[in-house]
């Protein structure tokens, strides 16, 4: 039987923000206000079609004391204290006084493990062993995560508490904790009962085993979508003689949307992968701070120092050395080493915004003349946008799936290009030169040989 969890304690505590992120779904209720969840909700955590746990979301207790009560009432020894939770259910099936109750021990009851949640950020008081003492009575396996809400001033409290009616006490925040751990904590549910221990480590193998295939797509994904953004013309054809300068502004527009497009594309599908489907619903609030693919200004926000802009536009790293002697700090300073003649004409329209450069080809076969703005002959352009794909993938890939509010890219992009060697950014120039040809083929696999890393030093994970 595939190891069954029930995740149960007082209404708002977090319990749907715990089954949530442990099954990495995303459209499982979480509400403001308790008492929202009415009903025991199986969701299945499945890699790849197969099953390796159920978690149970269940309504919180609402009259814990009056149904220890009746349990109490109804009980002669300790040895038919299962039966009496059964008889409760049975007695009180359809009838709203203990509904609550009743759809949270049915699960338990049919063989859940318990997963008791409480709030660490508020005191403990008498009023929850009375859940406790119900949950006991059961007989099932059991834990306690103490989910500190707000803050962890009243965890140490709880632990002891806790631990008077669990072998098991873990902290565990539903929003804020790791990939690893999550698995801490399956591993932990794992020794709750003999016979999950080998399930639960096989859903820890499929997990990692997807955490890296996530990885790969995600690394195919944005080589892709390099390739298609730096490869990328867009072209007019006008009748001979017609002035070509009127189109030039409609071009360059219809050529940034699909860059923009190109981007958002890319970010949908990764989103996708990482089982964040609503994610898009919050769009119109969405807000990426200073997020302009075209504003150049902001540009070193991606990742690069201006420095760095400089050097890799002036041949991956080779003018680095001069321009530290040099001491070289604000833009009007360097602008005025680049007049000197200092790194040469490549970088004349550096710090600009023309991103590509218009071409008209006249006498086409059947008449006419084509203009064609693109490829993007900017060195910066790609480093740009792979700084903002990494920064996209990293605020994702800390996202639990309990969060409702809006992706917002306040994570610092960080040094990933202090990661790449002077070889590898000769190497990743090579393959955006191939780009800029239109040449796919030999593009993808330099691009991906050097993505990869740059995805594991950012992920968690690997450090
Ligand atoms: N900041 C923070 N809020 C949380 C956390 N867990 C739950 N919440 C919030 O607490 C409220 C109740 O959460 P929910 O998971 O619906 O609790 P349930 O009633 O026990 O299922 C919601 O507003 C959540 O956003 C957490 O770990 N951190
Ligand atoms: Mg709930």
């Known amino acids: ?267 949908t599908h990764i989103e996708k992968l990482y089982q964040h489907h609503h994610l898009q619903r919050h769009e119109s609030g969405l807000e990426w701070q200073q997020e302009d693919l075209f504003n150049t200004d902001q540009w070193y926000l991606w990742g690069l120092s201006k420095t760095e802009l400089l050097a890799i536009a002036t041949g991956a790293g080779a003018a680095t050395g001069a321009l530290a002697d040099l001491g070289v700090g604000g833009a009007s300073f360097m602008l005025g080493a680049l007049g000197g003649g200092v790194v040469g004409g490549v970088s004349a329209w550096l710090f600009s915004a023309e991103l590509a450069r218009f071409k008209i080809k006249g006498k086409l076969p059947l008449g006419g003349q084509q203009l064609t703005y693109g490829p993007s002959s900017h060195r910066n352009f790609p480093f740009v946008i792979l700084g903002r794909a990494l920064y996209h993938w990293q605020a994702l890939i800390r996202r639990n799936h309990a969060w409702r509010e809006p992706l917002s890219l306040d994570i610092a992009p960080g040094d990933w290009h202090e990661q790449l060697s002077t070889s590898q950014k000769l190497d990743l120039e090579k393959a955006f030169g191939y780009c800029r040809k239109q040449n796919i083929d030999k593009a993808m696999p330099l691009l991906e040989q050097h993505i990869l890393p740059l995805l594991q030093s950012l992920d968690l994970l690997e450090r």
């Open 1 to 267: 039987m595939t190891p069954t969890f029930a995740v149960v304690g007082h209404p708002n505590k977090g319990k749907s923000s715990i089954v949530a992120t442990l099954a990495q779904n995303d459209s499982i209720h979480i509400a403001m206000q308790p008492g929202t969840t009415r009903n025991s909700h199986h969701y299945p955590m499945s890699v790849d079609g197969q099953v390796l746990y159920h978690l149970v979301d269940t309504p919180g207790f609402q009259r814990a004391r009056k149904a220890l009560a009746w349990l109490q009432a109804h009980s002669r020894s300790a040895a038919d204290r299962r039966d009496t939770v059964q008889g409760f259910i049975t007695q009180h099936q359809g009838l709203s006084q203990f509904h609550d109750e009743c759809e949270l021990l049915r699960p338990i009851l049919q063989g859940a493990g318990i997963i008791y949640v409480v709030d660490g950020s508020v005191p403990y008081g008498p009023e929850y062993e009375a859940e406790m003492e119900i949950l006991r009575w059961t007989g099932q396996p059991s834990m306690a995560l103490i989910n500190p809400i707000a803050s962890d001033a009243h965890v140490q409290e709880w632990q002891t508490a806790l631990g008077q009616f669990f072998r098991t006490v873990r902290v565990f925040n539903a929003r804020t904790a790791e990939f690893d751990k999550h698995l801490s904590l399956l591993r932990c549910f794992g020794q709750l009962e003999e016979s999950w221990e080998a399930p639960l480590n096989e859903a820890i193998d499929y997990l990692l085993q997807q955490h890296r295939q996530r990885r790969e797509t995600t690394c195919q994904q944005i080589s892709r979508m390099l390739a298609d953004m730096l490869s990328h013309q867009q072209s007019i054809k006008l009748p001979d003689g017609v002035d070509t300068e009127p189109m030039k502004a409609l071009l360059e527009q219809q050529w940034q949307a699909f860059q923009r497009q190109r981007e958002q594309e890319c970010r």
